[in-house]
């Protein structure tokens, strides 16, 4: 079971390899523009990396949120 800290920890690297993600598609775009032809590489590689962190940070915020009860074991299902 993965307690709340882990939890927290792991939205946080997510947010700042986003946010990392987020500021090399815009360098990459720079780039691009000017007429670096491999920028454009670069900026879509980076680009879906940022959708996939971000992607990623929701579900691991929503699950941090979230505060499930526990469901028991065995018994009668009704």
């Known amino acids: 079971m993965v ?3 882990v939890r927290a920890l792991a939205l946080l690297v997510l ?4 946010a990392g993600l987020v500021w090399l598609a815009i360098a990459a ?6 007429g670096d032809a491999l920028a454009w ?3 879509a590689l980076a680009a879906l990396g940022a959708v ?7 579900a ?4 941090l949120v979230r505060r499930e009860e526990p469901r028991p074991r065995g ?4």
């Open 75 to 78: 018994g009668k299902h009704r």
């Open 15 to 18: 947010v700042v390899a986003w």
């Open 52 to 58: 996939a962190a971000l992607a990623a940070a929701l």
């Open 3 to 5: 307690t709340m800290t």
């Open 29 to 34: 775009g720079r780039s691009a523009r000017d």
């Open 60 to 63: 691991v915020g929503t699950r």
């Open 41 to 43: 590489v670069w900026l």
